[in-house]
C-alpha cells in the first residue's frame, strides 16, 4: 500500500465530509472569538501602572 499525502488523503474524503469539516472549522473558530469576547468583558483589564503605560 503507497501512502498518500496529506491532500490526497483529503481529497480522498467524501466532498460532503469535506464540506462538514469545514464549517466545523468555521463554528469552532467563531465559537473561540465570541468566548474570546465574553471572557474579556467578564474579566476587564486590571488598572495596573503596566496597562497605564501600554495605553500611553
Keep these: 500500500m503507497q501512502r498518500k499525502s ?3 488523503s483529503y ?3 467524501p466532498p460532503r465530509t ?4 469545514g464549517l466545523g ?3 469552532f473558530a467563531v465559537a473561540g472569538i465570541l468566548m474570546s ?8 483589564e486590571r ?4 496597562s497605564i ?3 500611553i
Excluded at 469535506?18 to 469539516?21: E, G, K
Excluded at 469576547?37 to 476587564?44: I, N
Design 25 to 27: 472549522g468555521m463554528a
Design 11 to 13: 481529497k480522498a474524503i
Design 18 to 21: 469535506r464540506a462538514l469539516l
Design 47 to 50: 488598572n495596573t501602572e503596566m
Design 53 to 55: 503605560e501600554k495605553k
Design 6 to 8: 496529506l491532500w490526497g
Design 37 to 44: 469576547d465574553w471572557l474579556e468583558v467578564k474579566y476587564p
